[in-house]
């Protein structure tokens, strides 16, 4: 789901979350077995900026979240 700016975005995230869903990473979210990713229609425009450089700086932001979404899922070692 893109949205307009970050009041949109919240007002969609807690409708979903604060109606029985649960929060997941990067923007996800589920209800009633649907997963939603709601996403700022600026983050779209960042990664896919005509700029090379900006678009790949704005990727790597956001990628950021999926790696440190990741090492945290993956079981620890003792």
């Given at each position: 789901m893109a949205t307009a700016?970050?009041?949109e975005t919240d007002r969609y995230w807690?409708?979903?979350?604060?109606?029985?869903?649960?929060?997941?990473a990067c923007g996800?979210?589920?209800d009633r077995g649907v997963n939603w990713q709601i996403t700022p229609v600026a983050l779209t425009d960042a990664i896919t900026a005509p700029n090379p450089a900006a678009a790949r700086r704005a990727f790597g932001a956001m990628m950021m979240c999926a790696r440190s979404t990741?090492?945290?899922?993956?079981?620890r070692r003792g």
């Open positions: 700016d970050q009041a807690d409708a979903v979350v604060g109606n029985n869903g649960r929060k997941s996800w979210c589920k990741s090492s945290r899922s993956r079981p």
